[in-house]
């Protein structure tokens, strides 16, 4: 449940995300003032969708202060330019707002800098933002000290899964990040795929990859000199072959932390337990 006095509101738009997602939350925070997050749909009749559900606010009185990024994946960003040259075209001049690394992985101009403990005044209720990488480097959440509510970006996920993909993320860094957002006392999170999480899910999160981590130990220990693709089966037998490239990734996520922890190693792609 979001706390009325939270001034949360969602237009979830069609995206190309992972599957079995096929929407992206665009969460609007405040009342007078509005500041938009991840306005995502690269699809035009979705770009509209998002537009008119805006304009409907702006209608009663409303207007758009800020766009905000919780990071650069396509699913996220895919309808900033669009919504930003709409808005322009009405003599609104709305700032993006982002974190610098994820700045520097956008194809546009984003007009200011978010970084962690940089709090925003919308509708006047302050949200924190948050840094917390490990999905994406410069991955932003907005945090809501008095309510409890954290505008959760790709943190957790209400459908499917959160990819680590090592070459851009880090599960160390995303295990550091969901005990953090775990230490704020959330209240509920608002995912940027599914329905709003109760805080429980940051310690299943946690747990999950943990146990993971675990099952690789088991899988690799009596198998030195495997590719991570060379555990997919026994670590997901339920998962079909296509989608087995996917689970290698997560497995070499896995793997490169047990290797930051002197737990494994390396050469030339094929790993054993140190």
Known sequence: ????????????????????????????????AIT???????????????????????????????????????????????????????????????????????DFDVDASLSDGDAIDVSGVQWVARHTPGHAPGHLVLHQPETGVIVAGDLVAGVSTIIIDPREGNLGHYLASLEAARAWNPTVLLPAHGDPLPPQILTDYIDHRHARTDQIRAVLAPRPGSAPLDLVPEIYPELPEMMHGFAAIQVLAHLLWLQEQG???????QWAMA
Not at 97 to 105: E, I, K, M, P, V
Not at 263 to 269: I, K, L, N, S, W
Request: proline share 8%; hydrophobic share 40%.
């Open 263 to 269: 737990e494994a190693v390396t050469t030339e792609g």
């Open 1 to 32: 449940m979001i706390p009325d006095e939270a001034l949360v509101d969602r237009i979830p738009v069609r995206t190309p995300t992972l599957p079995p997602a096929t929407h992206t939350n665009v969460w609007c925070l405040g009342d007078r």
């Open 36 to 106: 938009v997050i991840d306005p995502a749909s690269p699809y035009e009749e979705e770009q509209t969708l998002l537009f008119e559900g805006l304009q409907a606010r702006m209608d009663q009185g409303a207007r758009i202060e800020r766009i905000v990024l919780t990071h650069h994946h396509p699913d996220h960003v895919g309808g900033v330019v669009a919504l930003r040259d709409r808005l322009a075209a009405m003599g609104q001049v709305v700032p993006i707002l982002a974190h610098d690394a994820t700045t520097a992985l956008v």
